[in-house]
């Protein structure tokens, strides 16, 4: 997690040098944008794109992760469940990690400076989310003579997941004025999402119960709203 919050800090830097933009003094070179849907699922997501040609720009999507007391699936240990439950949750989940995702939009006919109009995009993501939580449980402990008792207390556990993701989408750039954007995307996106636990075992958190979850598998559709700001 420490290496890729280095890799998405460093990459605004670096990424001049790795495209080549056009150089019209008519039309936009960069674009800056925020999509404000990802703060529901405590996640800041920020876009810096490069025009690589007339109608093509590269986008480097960055994400972070936040939050605390989230709502995670404690039903499925309810009176009727089948689960064997030897411990009590503790609602204070703790969230925290970061994301990359490198795309590229291409432009039917890009219009007004070159940010606007129809257009296809397609791209990957990697992100990493570490959830801690603590739940009441009875934990082992060494007494005289190697004999081990059991005491019930708070235990602390962390659950760590990386998802890769993999989407593509129809878009449309509106703009209010040369610089001031508003883009909406359709389309599809599959998530794969690895799970490990320290602590606790994964199975104490169900993160994975619809599209908006940290560690939901599978396909599942697209649709975003961005504000732009393109120079």
């Known amino acids: 997690m420490k290496s890729l919050l280095k ?13 080549f933009g ?4 008519d039309s936009a070179s960069w674009c800056i944008s925020f999509t404000p849907q990802y703060l529901f699922v405590n996640c800041a997501r920020t876009d810096v794109e490069k025009r690589i040609s007339d109608n093509n720009w590269l986008d480097l999507g960055e994400q972070f992760y936040f939050g605390n007391n989230l709502n995670w699936d404690n039903t499925a240990f309810g009176p009727s469940s089948t689960v064997v439950r030897y411990h009590t949750p503790i609602n204070n989940d703790i969230l925290s990690g ?6 590229d939009k291409i432009f039917f006919h890009p219009m007004h400076g070159g940010y606007s109009g129809f257009y296809f995009t397609y791209g ?31 235990t602390n556990g962390e659950l760590k997941i990386a998802n890769y993701t993999g989407f593509m989408a129809f878009g449309l750039a509106t703009d209010a004025d040369e610089t001031i954007h508003f883009n909406i995307n359709l389309g599809g996106a599959y998530q794969s999402a690895k799970i490990s636990s320290t602590g606790l075992p994964a199975s104490d958190r169900n993160y994975n119960r619809n599209i908006f979850d940290y ?5 599942y559709p697209l649709l975003t709203f961005q504000f732009a700001f393109s120079f």
Do not use: C
């Open 215 to 219: 560690a939901y598998n599978g396909l």
């Open 7 to 19: 890799l998405i800090l460093f990459l605004p830097i670096l990424f001049p040098s790795l495209v």
């Open 98 to 103: 970061a994301g990359l995702v490198i795309s």
């Open 22 to 25: 056009n150089d019209d003094k």
């Open 124 to 154: 990957v993501g990697y992100s990493e989310e570490n959830i801690g939580f603590q739940d009441n449980a009875w934990e082992p402990y060494n007494g005289q003579n190697g004999v081990i008792f059991y005491k019930y207390g708070v």
